[in-house]
């Protein structure tokens, strides 16, 4: 396999990562957040990626593979409340709005996206921590290994997720597997039937549930399809539409919105700790 990484200034300036072999690629922009803005497999355009919107750097992204860093989803009144005090803290958190540092791997295999506290963080967020993701392409899977580190002196309370926009052609012939019978609404904060919600996935869903095993979403006008497998305690799926946008975000959380503050799934590292979560995505 012969591997290249470059960085690029057309169609927006980004790093690209080839494999000059297979013709698969990712695009990645480290100063916008490590996103990971395009994944092509097999010929295909696996994510939505909106340039309009991306070019219009006072809004948030909508496309490409967005990080929730430290939190999943958005707190009451925008405030984080812990003990060091309250903080002021944008919907899913500030990795995917930060620069981050990008280096090819050791093995060749792939990119790390590195993201460390700052003055900035800082701001909303009283931690200091080292976030690591670990990205690779090999036939037709996307692997995403994040390592997070406590590097401070206090407990680090935290939610990790990701926000993966697929393409599909058309909102009306969508099918997802794999979800569990019954899901949470989001919009109203209630518990609901999934196949309730999913058959109003052209008018905008929003919904999140526990899964027992992989996820896939099914585009039956082309028959491709994208398979999502993640590990505890990234288990849980969320599935968000945006009409008339054509795509459909399935992502991992490893909890729900405010989780730092219910404790509901709160994820909590003691100073010197690590953890890694593991996500799969896999192209028919």
Not at 3 to 14: D, E, G, M, R, T
Not at 86 to 92: E, G, K, T
Not at 164 to 186: A, K, R, T, W
Request: proline residues 7%; contains cysteine.
């Amino acid at each position: 396999m012969s591997i290249f990484l470059a960085q690029k200034s057309h169609p927006y300036k980004h790093w690209e990562y080839l494999d000059s072999l297979t013709g698969d690629r990712l695009r990645l922009v480290p100063e916008r957040g490590g996103l990971i803005a395009q994944w092509r497999c097999n010929g295909k355009e696996m994510l939505y990626f909106d340039l309009d919107r991306f070019l219009s750097t006072n809004k948030s992204v909508r496309g490409g593979i967005p990080v929730l860093f430290p939190i999943c989803g958005d707190l009451p009144k925008g405030i984080l409340c812990i003990p060091q005090g309250n903080f002021l803290m944008n919907q899913h958190g500030f990795a995917r709005d930060l620069p981050w540092e990008i280096n090819l791997l050791e093995d060749e295999r792939g990119v790390s996206l590195t993201l460390v506290q700052s003055s900035k963080s800082k701001e909303s967020f009283p931690f200091d921590f080292s976030l690591q993701m670990e990205v690779s392409i090999s036939e037709k899977n996307l692997f995403i290994k994040t390592i997070l580190c406590n590097t401070g002196e206090a407990d680090m309370p935290f939610s990790f997720g990701l926000h993966p926009y697929f393409n599909v052609s058309d909102l009306e012939n969508v099918q997802i597997q794999g979800l569990p019978e019954s899901c949470m609404n989001h919009l109203d904060v209630s518990k609901t039937s999934t196949s309730s919600q999913l058959a109003k996935l052209s008018k905008g869903i929003d919904i999140i549930s526990s899964p027992q095993g992989p996820v896939s979403l099914i585009d039956l006008k082309t028959l491709d399809t994208v398979k999502m497998v993640s590990e505890y305690p990234m288990d849980l799926a969320v599935i968000w539409t945006d009409p008339p946008r054509k795509m459909v975000c399935m992502e991992p959380w490893t909890g729900p919105r405010g989780s730092v503050i219910t404790g509901e799934r709160r994820l909590v590292l003691s100073p010197g700790a690590s953890q890694k979560f593991h996500s799969r995505f896999v192209s028919n």
